[in-house]
């Protein structure tokens, strides 16, 4: 079984930034493929960016990119989202995912099994 809990949601304003983490424990594989996906209230999840640990590869969606950032920390054991420039239409839950295989597919949330349960992150005005 493969635990992921996240971690560093918030508040904040428009303009400010914050780190979310997604620690991953469990059976784990060699290389692995972890996501953070949103989900805003109304709106249907959206794949956000994703890491292929243990092997080659970021992936950033078109709405983030230039202001998110991932990556991960193996003393840790994390993938790290950077969120910066943050605008009220972040506002959602971030939630971290993964699967065996970062891929064309990697923003599709039925492809992957494993979820943690989210951090609320709040951006005001």
């Known amino acids: 079984q493969i635990q992921l809990m996240e971690s560093g949601g918030g508040s904040v304003q428009a303009g400010g930034s914050m780190t979310l983490s997604c620690t991953v424990s469990?059976?784990?594989?060699?290389?692995?493929?972890v996501t953070w996906f949103r989900e805003a209230p109304g709106k249907g999840r959206e794949a956000v960016a994703a890491?292929?640990?243990?092997?080659?590869?970021?992936y950033l969606a078109d709405s983030v990119k230039g202001r998110f950032t991932i990556s991960e920390d193996n003393a840790r054991n994390t993938v790290d989202l950077r969120l910066d420039n943050l605008k009220p239409e972040d506002t959602a839950i971030y939630s971290c995912?993964?699967?065996?295989?970062?891929?064309?597919?990697?923003?599709?949330?039925?492809?992957?099994?494993?979820w943690g349960q989210g951090t609320q992150v709040t951006v005001s005005s």
């Open positions: 890491l292929f640990h243990g092997g080659e590869g970021t």
């Open positions: 995912a993964t699967k065996t295989y970062c891929d064309i597919a990697w923003d599709n949330p039925q492809k992957y099994a494993y």
């Open positions: 469990g059976r784990t594989y060699r290389r692995y493929c």
